[in-house]
């Protein structure tokens, strides 16, 4: 079927380390994958998006790569800052199915 | 724009109670999602539509649930009776082309049954 498997959080790091929040999904079909980020008390908001394989999305500062033979779509950025502390959802779009959502990895940044 | 509205932002209830819960997409998007968050489940599409036709309700948990979307500015979300379970936050989310572009979310509405 359709899914996502997103790494466990919480993760927290210092400001201006570097950032990696791994993100796989299911091969059937040829998706789209997306990353959103849900700050405190918001909705998600749409952070990078790719549509086929090697591309690369980025946005902010963070950046990730569809790859086809890993299928993998991991979140990264070099700096992070406290003002990226939020929720990141990886998700997929396969077709006619609606959006698969993982389950969320919850990132504090601190001074 | 003004975003994705959804009202109330917060609803506290009896178990047994009806609870509607309100949404008004950004104005030109054909396409509405239903989502509940918690933390055990993450984050779960209840229902969606498309020119305010239901498409997919495979989410809705059981029969308490129900939705509607009656205009292109209108939706929403009806649990009667309430129970404790259906403690969550609950977004409504609109997009322009299908649910593979861009979602906007609204705020969300908490809801708490007691």
């Known amino acids: 079927g359709n899914s996502v498997t997103q790494m466990e959080g919480p993760v927290t790091l210092s400001e201006e380390a570097f950032l990696t929040i791994n993100c796989t999904y299911t091969a059937t079909g040829y998706p789209s994958l997306f990353w959103y980020v849900q700050y405190p008390g918001e909705g998600l908001q749409l952070l990078l998006k790719?549509?086929?394989?090697?591309d690369k999305g980025s946005n902010k500062g963070f950046e990730a790569t569809y790859r086809k033979e890993t299928t993998s779509f991991h979140l990264e950025k070099g700096s992070v800052q406290v003002s990226d502390s939020a929720v990141y959802f990886c998700?997929?779009?396969?077709?006619?199915?609606?959006?698969?959502f993982g389950k969320g990895t919850r990132l504090s940044v601190i001074a | 724009d003004a975003g994705v509205i959804q009202s109330p932002r917060h609803e506290v209830t009896e178990m047994g109670q009806e609870v509607t819960l309100r949404c008004k997409p950004i104005?030109?998007?054909?396409?509405l999602f239903w989502y509940r968050q918690t933390m055990m489940r993450g984050l779960e599409l209840l229902i969606y539509f498309n020119n305010n036709v239901p498409i997919d309700d495979s989410g809705m948990p059981e029969d308490r649930f129900s939705a509607k979307m009656p205009n292109a500015s209108f939706s929403t979300l009806k649990i009667q009776p309430s129970e404790p379970r259906d403690s969550a936050v609950y977004f409504c989310?609109?997009?322009?082309?299908?649910?593979?572009?861009?979602?906007?979310f609204g705020p969300g509405t908490r809801l708490t049954v007691t």
């Open positions: 989310a609109s997009s322009l082309g299908g649910p593979g572009y861009e979602q906007y």
């Open positions: 104005s030109g998007h054909d396409y």
């Open positions: 998700a997929r779009y396969s077709g006619n199915t609606p959006l698969v």
């Open positions: 790719a549509t086929k394989a090697d």
